[in-house]
């Protein structure tokens, strides 16, 4: 009753090879290699940007707790309020599905 058919698929096939040697320089493109290590350039890329921030973010809300001229502390509280309202989403009224 359960017929098993092979399928054969043509390896030569000129566009399966070019698919996948796009891929591999897409992937070797995103990779960085070391002596020791191997990693992903974007979430390089992600964790030291995200560094970064938090760093500013940190200093500008201790400057915040600590600085007693009213000017300079808002100066510091505006950059918190710029770095939270760019990377908080804003929120959003999803319509009621009656």
């Not at 009753?1 to 566009?15: G, H, R, T």
Request: aromatic fraction near 10%; glycine fraction near 2%.
């Amino acid at each position: 009753m359960n017929e098993s058919k092979d399928v054969k698929i043509d390896i030569n096939d000129e566009l399966y090879k070019k698919e996948i040697i796009n891929r591999m320089k897409i992937e070797d493109e995103n990779i960085y290699k070391s002596c020791c290590l191997t990693s992903d350039k974007r979430a390089l890329e992600f964790f030291f940007k995200s560094g970064v921030i938090f760093s500013i973010l940190l200093f500008c809300m201790l400057q915040v707790m600590t600085v007693s001229n009213a000017s300079e502390r808002n100066a510091f509280l505006n950059i918190v309020i710029l770095i939270l309202g760019t990377f908080l989403p804003s929120p959003k009224i999803k319509p009621n599905k009656k």
